[in-house]
């Protein structure tokens, strides 16, 4: 199974900061890489997929990379609706995993 | 608008059974492959299922937590999506979302999910 880690866990930054997470593959994924957004409640909302690319509606602040088998979402300027728990997904091999999570809160 | 709409959930004991069951609307249902996801509470995300379409013999695929005590099926003719979940363990109880996992339309991609419905395993 290919394992997907992330970091940090936990973030504390404030409104109109710039945001990184990173999320590392244990083999290659082919770009296969998405990234969502969840808060308190709710199901996970799609903003990245294949690695880079904005899912529609998703505003552009949010913009995804990959080195490799690292890959990157950032937030260039984090707004109050930003606050939440941010998860990679590899959807290249099954079984499909998840990172274990990264929670952004306010400083 | 498409809707994914779960039922089933509610309390069961440690080897116990439940089916989960998800209603859809909105699509053409009989096209899309459809996937279990879940999420244990105050945890992360976890994939459990996929079931293809009739073009790919509803193959299935499954998490190794739950493979050969789950099993993910599927009715077109009333666009609905079953979980049967055998089995059970106090580490099955989570959340379960009815998902459309970043599914390939034309030039867009769509992903659903639905709100989920709550699986408790306890004695």
């Known amino acids: 199974d290919i394992q997907m880690t992330q970091s940090p866990s936990t973030l504390s930054a404030s409104v109109g900061d710039r945001v990184t997470i990173t999320c590392r593959a244990s083999?290659?994924?082919?770009?296969?890489l998405a990234w969502y957004q969840q808060k308190p409640g709710k199901a996970p909302e799609l903003l990245i997929y294949?690695?880079?690319r904005l899912q529609t509606g998703v505003p552009s602040s949010f913009s995804g990379s990959e080195s490799g088998t690292e890959f990157t979402l950032t937030i260039s300027s984090l707004q109050p609706d930003d606050f939440a728990t941010y998860y990679c997904?590899?959807?290249?091999?099954?079984?499909?995993?998840f990172g274990p999570g990264t929670k952004v809160d306010i400083k | 608008e498409v809707q994914l709409v779960e039922s089933g959930g509610g309390l069961v004991q440690p080897g116990g059974s439940l089916r989960l069951s998800c209603a859809a609307s909105?699509?053409?249902?009989?096209?899309?492959?459809m996937d279990w996801a879940r999420q244990a509470p105050g945890k992360g995300l976890e994939w459990v299922a996929r079931?293809?379409?009739?073009?790919?013999?509803?193959?299935?695929e499954y998490a190794a937590s739950v493979k050969g005590r789950f099993t993910i099926s599927r009715d077109d003719s009333k666009s609905s999506l079953y979980l049967q979940m055998n089995s059970l363990k106090t580490e099955d109880t989570a959340v379960y979302f009815c998902?459309?996992?970043?599914?390939?339309?034309?030039?867009?991609?769509?992903?659903?999910w639905g709100q989920g419905t709550l699986v408790t395993v306890s004695s």
């Open positions: 998902v459309i996992l970043i599914k390939v339309l034309g030039s867009d991609i769509v992903d659903y």
């Open positions: 909105g699509f053409t249902f009989s096209d899309y492959y």
């Open positions: 079931i293809r379409n009739k073009v790919n013999s509803y193959t299935t």
């Open positions: 083999q290659s994924i082919n770009s296969r």
């Open positions: 294949k690695a880079s």
């Open positions: 997904l590899q959807y290249y091999n099954y079984p499909f995993t």
